[in-house]
């Protein structure tokens, strides 16, 4: 069981990244997985959720990154990506994404299995 972020990058302000995060050993749709933040010196922060497809798929993002952010499903790749767009010097980050295995999960999530973060570097 294992989770993978990668995507992430050095890119200019106004910029756009895509993330994304794989699976291996379980069915990504069964679950809610969140995506998270740290920036250096900083706490880890919730930046987006998406509920599983059992429940009613729905998807949040923190008021920071709203109209920028954007988070969804590929099932047939077993992926979720996290879209990122207009980047500020501010959403500079290591970016993780997890899962809340409890089947049918819903946002917010109680993630229990996370993945290896992904760089994102944002310049002025």
């Known amino acids: 069981v294992q989770l993978q972020a990668s995507g992430g990058g050095l890119v200019q302000t106004g910029g756009s990244l895509r993330l994304s995060c794989a699976a291996s050993?379980?069915?990504?749709?069964?679950?809610?997985i969140g995506w998270f933040r740290q920036a250096p010196g900083k706490e880890r922060e919730g930046v987006s959720c998406i509920s599983s497809s059992d429940s009613d798929g729905s998807t949040y993002v923190v008021e920071s990154v709203k109209g920028r952010f954007t988070v969804s499903r590929d099932s047939a790749k077993n992926t979720v990506y996290l879209q990122m767009n207009s980047l500020k010097p501010e959403d500079t980050a290591v970016y993780y994404c997890?899962?809340?295995?409890?089947?049918?999960?819903?946002?917010?999530?109680?993630?229990?299995?996370w993945g290896q973060g992904t760089q994102v570097t944002v310049s002025s």
């Open positions: 050993g379980f069915t990504l749709d069964y679950y809610a």
């Open positions: 997890a899962a809340d295995r409890t089947a049918g999960s819903s946002c917010p999530g109680r993630y229990s299995s």
